[in-house]
């Protein structure tokens, strides 16, 4: 039996639609549904950040996006602008997908600039850093949880969803231990229900990324 968290589990939640099909209708109802459900957050594709702020601005939902997804393979500059834009359109927060590739290099100092920039251009708004854990050793996923906390960033995040594999129990725990209490952890990909998303916390996530927030919130 895993224990309960000491906040409600609506609290934990960035409900999350991130289909390159999704359209204004499915979003108006991802907003509708954080609202009747109190939970924490949406994330969206950039060009629903407006949008969503349009229909939550009377809300206390937090609006997340996310910038170079889902694969992180643009460039710097690119994720600045991404992030600017977001956050001239109302995001408050940023979840934004490492370079891989450079990282599997070991361009350690680039990771880290790179994270540091799409900061400054986020304004104050958190970053969350996603490592895409599917593609990396135990070694890797704790190197760049370490160059997450080098460059300040608020959260380390699994997954994007649309790569390898999504969080496991396991990679949760690695982060946490990493980053101790320097950063957040947020569970992302694959959990679709409480007991998933109970285990995730259990083992140190902070936040969790899920597109059913409804029915892990209610039970």
């Given amino acids: 039996m895993v224990d309960q968290p000491e906040s409600p589990l609506s609290a934990y939640i960035d409900h999350t639609l991130l289909r390159p099909n ?29 949008h969503a702020w349009n229909y939550l601005a009377d809300s206390d939902v937090t609006i997340a996006t996310v910038v ?50 799409v900061i400054d251009a986020a304004d104050d708004r958190r970053l969350k850093v996603i490592i895409e854990t599917g593609h990396f050793s135990h070694e890797q996923i704790a190197t760049a949880c ?27 725990r690695l982060m946490r231990e990493t980053v101790n209490h320097r950063a957040g952890v947020k ?15 259990e083992a140190g996530a902070t936040r969790i990324g899920t597109s059913s927030g409804v029915t892990i919130a209610g039970g």
């Avoid at 109802?29 to 957050?41: G, N, T, V």
């Avoid at 460039?75 to 997908?97: L, P, Q």
């Fill in 22 to 50: 999704a359209t204004a209708g499915d979003i108006e109802k991802l907003c509708s549904e954080a609202i009747d459900h109190q939970l924490f957050a949406v994330c969206v594709n950039g060009c629903w950040v407006q």
């Fill in 68 to 117: 170079g997804f889902p694969f992180g393979a643009s460039d710097s500059d690119s994720k600045r602008y991404e992030t600017e834009a977001a956050v001239d359109n109302g995001a408050h927060e940023i979840d934004m997908v490492m370079n891989l590739g450079r990282f599997i290099d070991g361009d350690h100092r680039y990771i880290v600039r790179e994270i540091r920039d």
């Fill in 146 to 172: 370490q160059l997450a906390v080098e460059a300040e960033a608020h959260f380390v995040k699994t997954s994007t969803g649309f790569g390898p594999g999504g969080a496991t129990v396991e990679h949760v």
């Fill in 187 to 201: 569970a992302s990909g694959g959990i679709r229900d409480r007991e998933t998303a109970l285990a995730m916390i």
